[in-house]
């Protein structure tokens, strides 16, 4: 089968488009023929160098990649949730390898979901790792409630545009952050009000915040420190509160932390169901052919990705499947 495999840390030229075997699975595990993959900032900055490199140094070469929709080809013998045929989704692994920047993969069945018949392998592609962190920094960690202010920091982005859908859901008042740009888009997400980042400093222009999503990390952390009320919360996703920012966090009585997502069969539940009824939606702004995973790790690396990017897999490319 084709795969992109990850030879070393570096530029895009670590990339390489290879062949390798079709992975084996195990009685828990299903193999999915794979119609479209999305990629995050944490594919980019681990092919870097840095996100969870450390992890996987001494796996390399490896086959980076973790979101996937497509169709079930095999079936563990322990696997009941699915059948050869079924059409999946969902975040595979993550943080550990899970090889998804190839033609099939093999996934425990638990981190996958039925997907959505109204929605597109693109869609679904979309809707897992990104929509898993908004959905588990919101809802399963933070508990928002119907009536909090809350604010999303880069409401346009992968992260960001889910946050904002599922933050309104639950019933939140939402502000959400971008440049100008945008500022049409944040607002068709269903956000209340748009800050102008690069404008106007957004401590400068809110207060009094029940909660605050931060996907920037760095100075943006202390930042809103300063327009949290007591009592308060703060998800930091990119970066993780030191201890130093703890200590300031709950010495102002606010809580602060930082979450990784995780693969979770209950929260992938959840997300399909948001997008089978259309109360959240996934944001496509570029579809890449697989083999130009370079140039999709490029666009994401521009910082001005607007929701997400997704790669195709196409049958042209790539034979049938062949046990």
């Given at each position: 089968?084709?795969?992109?495999?990850?030879n070393?840390?570096?530029?895009?030229?670590?990339?390489?488009?290879?062949?390798?075997?079709?992975?084996?699975?195990?009685?828990?595990?299903?193999?999915?023929q794979?119609?479209?993959l999305?990629?995050?900032?944490v594919?980019?900055?681990?092919?870097?160098?840095?996100?969870?490199?450390?992890?996987?140094?001494?796996?390399?070469?490896?086959?980076?990649?973790?979101?996937?929709?497509?169709?079930?080809?095999e079936?563990?013998?322990?696997?009941?949730?699915?059948?050869?045929?079924?059409?999946?989704?969902?975040?595979?692994?993550?943080?550990?390898?899970?090889?998804?920047?190839?033609?099939?993969?093999?996934?425990?069945?638990?981190?996958?979901?039925?997907?959505?018949?109204?929605?597109?392998?693109?869609?679904?592609?979309?809707?897992?790792l990104?929509?898993?962190?908004?959905?588990?920094?919101?809802?399963?960690n933070?508990?928002i409630?119907?009536?909090?202010?809350?604010?999303?920091?880069?409401?346009a982005?992968?992260v960001?545009?889910?946050?904002?859908?599922?933050?309104?859901?639950?019933?939140?008042y939402?502000?959400?952050?971008?440049?100008?740009?945008n500022?049409?888009?944040?607002l068709?997400?269903?956000?209340?009000?748009?800050?102008?980042?690069k404008?106007?400093?957004?401590?400068?222009v809110?207060?009094?915040?029940d909660?605050?999503?931060?996907?920037?990390?760095?100075?943006?952390?202390d930042?809103s420190?300063?327009?949290?009320?007591?009592?308060?919360?703060?998800?930091?996703?990119?970066?993780?509160l030191?201890?130093t920012?703890?200590?300031?966090?709950?010495?102002?009585?606010?809580?602060?932390?930082?979450?990784?997502?995780?693969p979770?069969?209950?929260?992938?539940?959840?997300?399909?169901?948001?997008?089978e009824?259309?109360?959240?939606?996934?944001?496509v702004?570029?579809?890449?052919?697989?083999?130009?995973?370079?140039?999709?790790?490029?666009?994401?690396?521009s910082g001005?990705?607007?929701?997400?990017?997704?790669l195709?897999l196409?049958?042209?490319?790539?034979?049938?499947?062949d046990?």
């Amino acid at each position: 089968m084709k795969a992109i495999l990850l030879n070393g840390f570096g530029g895009t030229e670590v990339l390489s488009n290879s062949e390798v075997p079709v992975p084996a699975i195990s009685p828990t595990q299903v193999l999915v023929q794979v119609k479209s993959l999305s990629i995050n900032p944490v594919d980019v900055k681990t092919r870097a160098g840095k996100g969870i490199a450390g992890r996987i140094k001494d796996q390399l070469p490896a086959i980076l990649g973790w979101d996937i929709s497509g169709v079930v080809v095999e079936a563990g013998a322990d696997v009941a949730a699915f059948k050869k045929g079924d059409e999946v989704f969902g975040m595979v692994a993550f943080p550990q390898l899970a090889s998804a920047y190839a033609e099939f993969v093999a996934s425990e069945a638990a981190d996958l979901a039925l997907k959505p018949a109204n929605i597109s392998h693109n869609e679904a592609a979309a809707g897992t790792l990104a929509a898993l962190t908004a959905w588990q920094a919101l809802y399963v960690n933070a508990k928002i409630q119907p009536g909090q202010r809350v604010l999303i920091h880069a409401a346009a982005g992968g992260v960001g545009h889910y946050a904002v859908q599922i933050a309104k859901h639950l019933g939140a008042y939402v502000i959400g952050t971008s440049s100008a740009e945008n500022k049409d888009f944040v607002l068709s997400l269903g956000a209340d009000e748009h800050i102008d980042y690069k404008a106007q400093p957004f401590e400068e222009v809110v207060s009094d915040l029940d909660f605050v999503l931060d996907t920037i990390g760095g100075e943006y952390i202390d930042r809103s420190l300063k327009v949290i009320k007591k009592g308060g919360t703060i998800i930091s996703i990119p970066s993780g509160l030191n201890e130093t920012v703890t200590e300031k966090a709950t010495a102002l009585g606010i809580k602060g932390y930082f979450i990784l997502v995780h693969p979770s069969a209950e929260d992938m539940a959840a997300v399909a169901d948001l997008l089978e009824k259309g109360i959240v939606k996934s944001h496509v702004s570029k579809v890449f052919a697989f083999e130009d995973m370079a140039a999709a790790h490029q666009q994401i690396e521009s910082g001005r990705t607007v929701g997400k990017v997704v790669l195709e897999l196409s049958r042209a490319v790539f034979g049938g499947y062949d046990r």
